[in-house]
């Protein structure tokens, strides 16, 4: 199998673009671009097509940012979506109770305290998170599992799984608005991406997050106040499904108790298709924002092709799988 | 020998299965003071009967955890063997043994594709799980529109009803398929890993699947049976479900795998691999099913009853982790 001319040619590639995440995952983008563009033609690339992708992307990628922030440090945090739902019940329940009928300071006032209070719940949560998995030891599978139901118990008993809708302009401009033709939500995903991607690679925090995924205790013998980088961990991811909750309640123009449960396992998926351990130690913010594109442009293909979004969901698997194999598959060929 | 039961007394004593014990015996008291609808054979069975769908699944679960894997597939296995087993069974006819067939080897096919990619592809259990629920799922969608089957086979939908007896005025109680199924899984887990060979490799390879390769175990085949046992649970509790719900919904079950894996590590079972007890998933269900039944016996709006199942998760798994601390730190001291 070594003399097949495609092993030498794998080979000959593999050497040029090197075997990170990124040589596997840009080479697959490119082919499922060049793929779709040929069945579907200019369509594809309008800028109609575009901007739908724009929006739909950020909700999964801040979610899956907040997923990234626990998988590295060798943990799990499985109370994202509830926290977001949680958050934007909050906000949702602030803003159509308090708000007054005309604009004014008051108007404005309300607005940021329901986005502050928002912002508390999920540091919260988040703290309950860390402190439980840092302090008490919990296995952060089994902790956010908890946080995850209570959550979701405190959401559903307070509005009986009712809906809350109708926000003022500026939030609802927040999930629908474009400035120069680049959704505001894009944006809010950029603002998230760019700031973690700098603490985590340019920063001691960031490097101590790498260090307590490959091996905690050996990082703590270091002399690394491990739990604290914990903490911070969690209350950041916490904050990270926060800022989902206000991208979502802007789109949709209303909050649930239920909102996005199907994202919850999609949030593993890209972030590990992006290249980002299960296990902790490894994986950058940019290989997780080209998977989410690979994601986004199949479920947009398929649904300017007219197929079953649950094809999509059949499709996203296989290529979870396919990329996974890649390394193993890789290491055979290579011999 | 009355030595060698204090003994193995007192070990009981410090294990996860007693606290759990002790706390679903505490619930249990105050429940029946508080309603006496609680301690009647009518609630009993009925308990049985609705948590036997995410007992027998349970069960799978605990023998891949313990084993050092995780699968969380199995609700979009268990989704895939009812339909095929029952539309197969309206299309073409077929009896209780033909039904079960099917589904027990449509969910030990699907749970070798898992363990056949998590093997021979060295790809980790997780990733695999996650991949194969929306593989699975969204085939099954795509190909049945999500069209819900509500006319089922007359036999099927019967069920089974033996061992009838009378149990004060005109209220007669008897096993269902439910509670028969449950008690079947329950036992021949509990004989394949406490009383066979390969149950205790299975422990072993959980504890360190190294060591566990270098004694020349087979891992492959012990895998392979792992997720076959976990598939062939999906579908036994796939048929279980669809006969008490007296349809079959292909949406509805995907989105509980979480609720299984609550009660199976609430039992004690490591995520780590090589711990865990049938004794200890059963209890874990148990307070699972006692709790939610309380609330629902109490009055408590259905709403809120997430909230204390919620708590009691958190509180359980710190308690237990800091007693397990407690004892290390002892262990460590002078």
Not at chain 2, 34 to 61: E, H, K, P
Not at chain 2, 191 to 218: C, E, K, P, S, W
Request: aromatic share 10%; charged share 10%.
């Amino acid at each position: 199998m070594n003399k097949s001319p495609l092993a030498a040619l794998l080979r000959r590639m593999s050497r040029r673009v090197g075997s990170g995440t990124v040589a596997t995952l840009a080479p697959l983008l490119l082919a499922l671009w060049a793929g779709f563009a040929i069945v579907i033609g200019d369509r594809f690339f309008s800028i109609d097509t575009l901007q739908s992708m724009a929006f739909q992307m950020p909700e999964l990628g801040i979610l899956s940012l907040a997923m990234m922030l626990a998988l590295l440090s060798g943990g799990l945090n499985l109370s994202i979506i509830a926290t977001a739902n949680l958050t934007g019940l909050t906000i949702a329940f602030l803003l159509t109770r308090y708000i007054p009928g005309t604009d004014g300071i008051a108007w404005v006032g309300v607005q940021v305290v329901a986005l502050v209070a928002g912002f508390a719940v999920a540091a919260l949560i988040g703290l309950i998170n860390g402190f439980v998995i840092a302090y008490l030891r919990v296995s952060p599978i089994l902790a956010t599992l908890g946080t995850m139901t209570l959550c979701k118990g405190l959401a559903i008993g307070l509005t009986h799984g009712n809906v809350i809708s109708g926000f003022p302009a500026p939030i609802v401009f927040i999930g629908n608005g474009t400035v120069w033709g680049v959704p505001v939500a894009l944006i809010v995903l950029a603002l998230c991406a760019l700031p973690v991607a700098t603490l985590l690679n340019a920063t001691p925090f960031g490097a101590k997050v790498y260090m307590i995924g490959s091996n905690e205790k050996a990082t703590r013998y270091s002399g690394v106040d491990t739990r604290a980088v914990l903490l911070k961990l969690y209350v950041l991811s916490s904050l990270l499904a926060g800022v989902a909750a206000v991208v979502m309640l802007a789109r949709f123009n209303s909050a649930n108790a239920a909102y996005g449960e199907s994202y919850l396992l999609v949030t593993i998926l890209a972030a590990v298709l992006g290249g980002v351990d299960p296990f902790g130690g490894f994986g950058k913010v940019g290989g997780l924002i080209l998977a989410l594109i690979i994601l986004q442009v199949i479920s947009s293909a398929f649904n300017l092709l007219n197929l079953s979004q649950f094809l999509t969901l059949a499709i996203w698997g296989g290529i979870l799988i396919a990329v996974a194999a890649v390394p193993y598959l890789r290491g055979k060929f290579a011999r | 020998m009355p030595e060698s039961f204090i003994a193995s007394f007192s070990r009981f004593r410090r294990s996860h299965e007693f606290w759990l014990l002790i706390v679903i015996l505490v619930l249990c008291a105050s429940l029946s003071l508080a309603n006496a609808q609680f301690l009647t054979m009518q609630n009993l069975f009925d308990l049985l009967t609705s948590y036997a769908f995410v007992g027998i699944l349970a069960l799978g679960l605990l023998v891949v955890l313990i084993a050092g894997g995780i699968d969380i597939s199995f609700t979009a296995t268990a989704s895939v063997a009812q339909y095929v087993a029952l539309a197969v069974a309206n299309a073409y006819g077929a009896n209780w043994i033909s039904v079960c067939a099917m589904a027990i080897g449509i969910g030990g096919a699907l749970g070798a594709v898992n363990a056949i990619l998590i093997q021979k592809l060295r790809i980790p259990s997780i990733i695999v799980s996650i991949a194969t629920l929306n593989v699975f799922y969204g085939l099954l969608i795509f190909f049945t529109a999500g069209k819900y089957i509500y006319s089922l086979p007359d036999w099927f939908a019967t069920g089974i009803f033996w061992f009838e007896f009378e149990w004060g005025k005109d209220s007669s109680y008897g096993v269902n398929l439910q509670i028969f199924a449950l008690a079947v899984c329950f036992l021949i887990t509990w004989l394949v890993l406490n009383r066979t060979n390969i149950g205790r490799q299975i422990y072993a390879m959980g504890g360190n699947a190294d060591a566990a390769r270098r004694l020349g175990f087979h891992i492959f085949g012990l895998n392979m049976l792992v997720y076959c046992y976990m598939g062939v649970m999906a579908g036994v509790a796939s048929l279980v479900q669809a006969q008490l719900a007296q349809s079959v919904a292909p949406t509805v079950l995907v989105g509980k795998e979480l609720d299984v894996v609550a009660a199976v590590v609430l039992g004690g079972a490591s995520l780590m691999g090589g711990v865990g007890t049938v004794l200890g998933t059963f209890l874990g269900l148990a307070l699972l099913a006692v709790l939610q039944n309380g609330l629902i016996l109490l009055g408590v709006s259905s709403y809120w009853s997430p909230l204390f199942v919620g708590f009691v998760i958190l509180i359980s798994v710190s308690v237990t982790a800091w007693s397990q601390r407690e004892r290390r730190t002892k262990r460590a001291g002078p």
